[in-house]
């Protein structure tokens, strides 16, 4: 029989509308991060570095991406004999077929995965969150306190608690109540989607719940458990931990990176974060590039100016080209002359020569205004720009792009082009 | 696959100075992010060989670590794998590797219960992409015993280190000089070499009942009259990095753009270990031109012409020029280095200077890091 004491589920599956077009054809866990990594990799680095070697990773939402970066696990060591990592994606049955409608429902359906490792304890996990922390840690509180839940939850101002769910805890971190989003939050302790569970206890609660419809561990699970009497305890958490789930937060966690000493530190020993590369080539600075402030990724080529911006790996920004506060994923071009101005570009777009990105003053969105409310000029993956086009700012672009979608060469603050069909 | 690779990665010179005292030469870092031995075998990966012996024996602890996993290159297959054999005393033979045909004949039995008709014998010293199935099937074509890749250098060039060929039109090799002071040909061994493995094994039990070790004079130009040996002209770039000035050019030619597309950009690629060091990072402060910078690297100064190896982290105020900084280096503030090699995991204290004045000068520093 195999045994796991703890095993980690990590729901993968959402398409982080928030990121607007940098979802529209990955899931929210594989989008890039930090100019070589995908969110993904924080929370699978955390499992192996906390001794977890056990992971389910939930897909749903356009999984290949997310599907070819986890492969058999071999960048995080999860490729094993024995547990490892396994992609769990919605399967049909002989009887009541469906897709994963929340997230307790999506851990419900796959109440036989975990039954093979027959684990003491489950954790929950989100992969839509850049932090380290270590999940043993948080076990050993589980333990001590005896607990049937515990929530990791952290100290947030009081003024942005609303945003939250917020735990209500008694001196010994055990929960009294427990509120979605409230609009008059008595406390700062906000939750922060990670939950070990005793197995019974959530094999129980997802099988009592199993007709609930959208079935949620905020939502649903969490407020079950506690009405039944369980013990639920708050692990309060004091490290770095972001939510990037908005294109603003997105682009401030990527640019928090390039201070001095971040606060969330990349270039410590301890703890490393893991990714798949598929290039290992170093960058090259050429004589008439200019570069500071930055970080950037392997195999990069610069002939421009790179000034506050992430790069990721094997882009090529050309002669003359000036790149600043942005975000440049994998194997984009930059072409010569052009000008990006706090922007975020997905992975192997084109941008032409002599272009301007960021141009004239922010305008409300044409598109969505929820999802684009900043300066930010947001680019799809696999899109292209043609030569000498300005765009505005709190745009939208995504697909291929010609001439003839800008009028007077031009994509005014606010607007958007979104192509469908084929991409290159 | 038709053929088994060895690579002969045993050997040490004087000529490397103190850069191969402590590791082997085929472990020596190369264009920023590999080792030499990574060329020979992604080389061997893409060709589809998938059985590859690495004969190793001088310090041989860095290139062990490198070769610690061989999923890197795609080996650790059920079908072949990547073995390192080292000298093993034995109930007959107490012996370090004698030489390269000693090195093959110590491990004679891994020869004769493989089954593959030909084995590649290359070095691990030297840059270069081929893809042996076009060498092996001109082998086949020449009816060839064995046959020798070699090289034109170009006029002037010192090769003095190297075998020298000399070659008849059907390309049948008809001289052969090893290490010549004077040299009538500039046509050069690049210790590549195609036989047939049966072949291989009857030459090497013969020279070794004999008491002779080395491939190259005992075997190659023993039998240069009796056996077809030809060569194969390599038009690509091909670089053997022995000394320190040949290692320096080396990796400086990866700042060239052609050298560097033909390695980093072109398939089939180059496969090293992952490392898994952060992006690089230029702090305020940066100046970086027509230099290779890899990854871990935290820089914040003046970089010109040089090449950077991986976790290198550069103070402020420095002033780095035509310059060799290999893995793990510490540099303190205010530092001048120019035509230098930095060895790797040294500690430059702040404030000084190091400059090659005549030729390329070789740095270890071993202070301190964290008493800095």
Known sequence: MIKKEMIAMLLAGGQGSRLG??????????????GKYRIIDFPLSNCINSGIDTVGVLTQYQPLRLNRHIGIGIPWDLDRNNGGVTVLPPYERSDNSEWYTGTANAIYQNLKYMETYNP????????????????????????????????????????????????????????????????????????????????????????????????DFGKHIIPYCHENGKRLFAYEFNGYWKDVGTLSSYWEAN?????????????????????????????????????????IGEGAEI??????????????????????????????????????EKSIIADKTIVGADCHLGVGEYAPSTLNEK????????????????????????????????????????LAGGGAIIKEGDRI | MKALGLILAGGNNHRMQELSSKRAIAAMPIGGSYRCIDFALSNMSN??????????????????????????????????????????????????????????YQNIDFLKKRHEPYVIITGGDCVYKLDYNKVLDYHIEKKADITVVCKDMPEGADISRFGVIRMNEESRITEFEEK???????????????????????????????????????????????????????????????????????NMDFLKPDVRNYFFRETPHIYSKVDDYPPAKYNAGSDVKNSLISSGCIINSKIENSVLFKNVFVGKNCVIKNSIILNDVYIGDNTHIENCIVESRGTLKANTYYCGDDGVKVVLERNDRYAL
């Open chain 1, 255 to 295: 640019m928090e990176l390039i201070d001095l000493i971040p606060e969330f530190n990349l270039y410590e020993e301890y703890w490393k974060i893991y990714t798949k590369s598929d290039n290992v080539a170093p960058q090259y600075l050429a004589a008439e590039s200019k570069v500071d402030t930055s970080i």
């Open chain 2, 180 to 250: 010549p002071m004077v040299s009538s040909s500039n046509t050069i061994s690049t210790g590549i070499y195609i036989i047939r493995r049966r072949q291989l094994i009857e030459m090497l039990e013969r020279s070794g009942q004999e008491d002779r070790w080395d491939f190259v004079t005992d075997i190659l130009i023993r039998y240069k009259n009796m056996k077809r040996i030809y060569g194969y002209k390599m038009e690509d770039y091909w670089s053997n990095i022995a000394t320190v000035d040949s290692y320096y050019n080396t």
């Open chain 2, 47 to 104: 060709s589809h060989v998938q059985t590859v012996a690495v004969l190793t024996q001088y310090n041989a602890r860095s290139l062990n670590e490198h070769l610690s996993s061989s999923k890197w290159w795609d080996f650790g297959r059920k079908q072949g794998g990547l073995y390192t054999f080292t000298p093993t005393v034995t109930a007959d033979n107490s012996w370090w590797y004698r030489g390269t045909a000693d090195a093959m």
């Open chain 1, 21 to 34: 077009v940098l979802t529209s054809g990955v899931a929210k866990p594989a989008v890039a991060f930090g």
């Open chain 1, 120 to 215: 003491d304890y489950v954790l929950i996990l989100s992969g839509d969150h850049i932090y380290k922390m270590d999940y043993e840690v948080m076990l050993d509180f589980h333990k001590e306190n005896n607990a049937d839940v515990t929530i990791a939850a952290m100290p947030v101002p009081i003024e942005e608690a609303s945003r939250f769910g917020v735990v209500i805890t008694d001196e010994n971190k055990k929960i009294k109540e427990f509120e979605e989003k409230p609009e008059h939050p008595r406390s700062n302790l906000a939750s922060m989607g990670i939950y070990i569970f005793n197995w019974k206890v959530l094999r129980d609660s997802l099988i009592a719940m199993k007709d609930q419809s959208n079935c």
């Open chain 1, 303 to 340: 002939y421009g100016e790179v000034q506050n911006s992430v790069i990721g790996a094997g882009v090529r920004i050309e002669k003359g080209a000036v790149v600043h506060n942005s975000i440049i994923m994998k194997e984009c071009v930059i072409g010569e002359n052009t000008v990006v």
């Open chain 1, 371 to 410: 999802v684009y409310a900043s300066d930010l000029v947001t680019i799809g993956e696999d899109s292209v720009i043609p030569d000498g086009v300005s765009i505005g700012k709190n745009t939208a672009i995504s697909g291929v792009t010609e001439p003839s979608d800008y009028p007077d060469g031009m």
